[in-house]
């Protein structure tokens, strides 16, 4: 699994509560347009139960009750709210404070405040550094790829998942603004040493585009954040015509439903993405014609392929517009909303799950690839794309 200091974690998160990450809770186009329920404006994506996998369920109205009364009392709405959301059991609500809140919804614009590091876990549990964003201050201390980070601010990572990693990197949205400074511990073959950095407001790309020796164009997709479905579709279009495209969703922990549904029509020609319920309510998601549908495709999937990417996976996998090579993915397939609270804060609660084209439920379970690979994912697919054929036919 890999990851990037984009991503954070909500602050009942850090009380102990079980993992959500700020990309992989937002499914819906109520997210998508800003629009939250009861803010007087429409909600396109309906309001609802948060159904939890033990069966209890929140309503929204709960969370709004439990903060407000809280509020009457001269206590803490949000802290009250996340109380509400902990009782449930739903694993992937959160409640987030305006500040966090507001850098959710930066994050969503391809901004964030970090170091500029991609990091991944290798088989023994170190976690090394993938990347390093140019004129970030991981760039600027000169770390650079194949480094092994050890520690931050002291606290050791190895065997730590990727994602808690990153938000240590990342650290507390109201704490740890741009500017506030963050100790790594690293190695270069046998030197070690610290560095200190101060975190820096970025701006990321979310798709990037290379060209191999043999003429295969690959196109990673970090996450799902505004503009990223237009981004790819454009890279798609100026792809060499006839050549192969291998879609890297590694480390891809999700993000805006909307964007996801726009990379799939990057290559169908439209038809069927997925389905989902919110509170009962069956919906769909379609993707626009005019796809290419020309040219082989293969996309990279691992462990840390999540929610919207996940989605966009199924749809190529069942739709037959893609072999998929990899590692089973996260398994996300829980759809939440934001709730507005009284005090400005907002929490976000599960409503439904999706499925893929096929019916196939990917929450718990996750994708399975359609050939296992690992570290050698890449080259696989540079192989397979060379025997695939013309799927124009698949629609």
Not at 119 to 136: F, L, M
Not at 217 to 227: H, S, Y
């Amino acid at each position: 699994m890999s990851g990037r200091d984009l991503f954070r974690q909500p602050r009942r998160v850090r009380r102990g509560a079980a993992l959500t990450l700020v990309f992989a809770g937002v499914l819906v186009a109520g997210a998508a347009t800003g629009s939250l329920p009861g803010t007087g404006r429409a909600d396109p994506s309906g309001r609802g139960t948060a159904v939890a996998p033990s069966g209890t369920a929140v309503r929204d109205t709960d969370v709004r009750g439990a903060a407000a009364e809280a509020m009457a009392d001269g206590k803490s709405p949000t802290e009250a709210a996340e109380r509400a959301v902990s009782r449930s059991g739903d694993r992937w609500g959160a409640v987030y404070s305006q500040d966090e809140y507001r850098e959710f919804q930066e994050a969503l614009d391809g901004q964030y405040t970090g170091v500029g590091l991609w990091a991944r876990r290798e088989r023994d549990g170190r976690i090394e550094v993938t990347g390093v964003q140019p004129g970030s201050p991981a760039a600027d201390a000169g770390i650079r790829g194949g480094d092994r980070l050890r520690s931050v601010d002291g606290s050791t990572v190895d065997g730590r998942p990727v994602t808690e990693v990153v938000s240590l990197l990342r650290g507390d949205a109201e704490d740890a603004p741009a500017g506030t400074a963050v100790t790594l511990g690293l190695q270069r073959g046998a030197r070690t040493w610290t560095e200190s950095l101060r975190r820096a407001r970025l701006s990321t790309d979310s798709v990037t585009v290379r060209k191999l020796p043999d003429g295969v164009t690959v196109i990673k997709v970090a996450a799902f954040t505004k503009g990223s479905g237009g981004t790819l579709r454009a890279a798609v279009r100026h792809a060499p015509a006839g050549s192969g495209i291998v879609l890297d969703l590694r480390g891809n922990s999700g993000g805006l439903v909307t964007e996801a549904t726009a990379a799939a029509s990057a290559f169908l020609d439209g038809g069927l993405v997925a389905t989902y319920d919110v509170d009962g309510a069956q919906r769909v998601l379609h993707a626009a014609p005019g796809g290419d549908t020309g040219r082989p495709l293969v996309a990279l999937v691992d462990g840390g392929t999540m929610s919207a990417a996940e989605m966009l996976t199924g749809a190529l996998q069942d739709r037959g517009r893609a072999v998929v090579i990899g590692s089973r993915t996260f398994g996300k397939g829980s759809i939440q909303m934001p709730t507005r609270l009284p005090d400005g804060s907002v929490a976000e609660l599960t409503v439904g799950h999706y499925r893929t084209p096929s019916g196939h439920a990917v929450d718990g379970r996750g994708i399975t690839p359609d050939l296992e690979a690992g570290q050698d994912a890449l080259r696989r697919a540079e192989t397979v794309l060379t025997g695939l054929g013309d799927p124009s036919q698949h629609r």
